[in-house]
């Protein structure tokens, strides 16, 4: 049977790095169909709670729960329904778009793999630049291309760290409509930004960090940069 689960829940998790602090008694729960931002200055802890969600660190304390597995028991299993895109965009600048979706693709052990380049090369919007070398790709290109590697493998939970960094707004504006999209879909979508322009017309719910502690953001309206900033000015 399929791996799957339609909540994560972050319960009194906790990080160290021998006495510096980067996460603190965070507790959190993400549904799936919701975009959920991980707001807060650099060093608030946001890449470290993401690095967490996706298994690549563990925490000093506290549990991550996938539904109704504990991260730490799921093993490959929990991976394979997990799709992150870093700072690093993984991508190879020396193949083609299309050459690097197909290797990734191998990389997973899919099937199908023909197929599933090719439609991820159409939701990318590069569909005639599939045999061009990504080193001649713009930032906003690159981002789609890596987005779709990470959603070869039809991950339920997406992480995504700063992914509008260097976009302009034509290509900022096409990522938050894929991303609404994954939402749409009944994917777990969770991803930290600065930028809270692009935020405010995106983000289903909002967590702020500061200091590696979760504040409770203010769900009333008004911009969401007001609200931000009433936080993080305590």
Known sequence: MTFDFDEVQIRDVSRYYGRRRALSHVSLVCHGGEVLGLLGPNGAGKSTLLSIL???????AGEVWYGVHRAREAGPALRARLGLL????????????????DFFARLYGLGDVRDRVERALVRAGLEERGDDLVTGFSRGMRQRLALERALLHDPRLLLLDEPFTGLDDASAGALVARLKELGREGRIV????????????????????????????????????????????R
Not at 54 to 60: D, E, G, N, R
Not at 200 to 217: F, S, Y
Request: glycine share 4%.
């Open 54 to 60: 996706a298994t690549l660190i563990t925490p000093s």
């Open 86 to 101: 870093a700072h690093d965009l993984h991508l190879y600048p020396e193949l083609t778009a299309r050459e690097n979706l």
């Open 190 to 233: 969770v991803l930290a930004t600065h930028d809270l322009d692009v935020a405010e017309g995106l983000l289903e719910r909002a967590a702020v960090l500061r200091d590696g502690r979760l504040l409770a953001i203010d769900e009333s309206r008004g911009p969401l940069r007001d609200r931000y900033r009433a936080h993080v000015a």
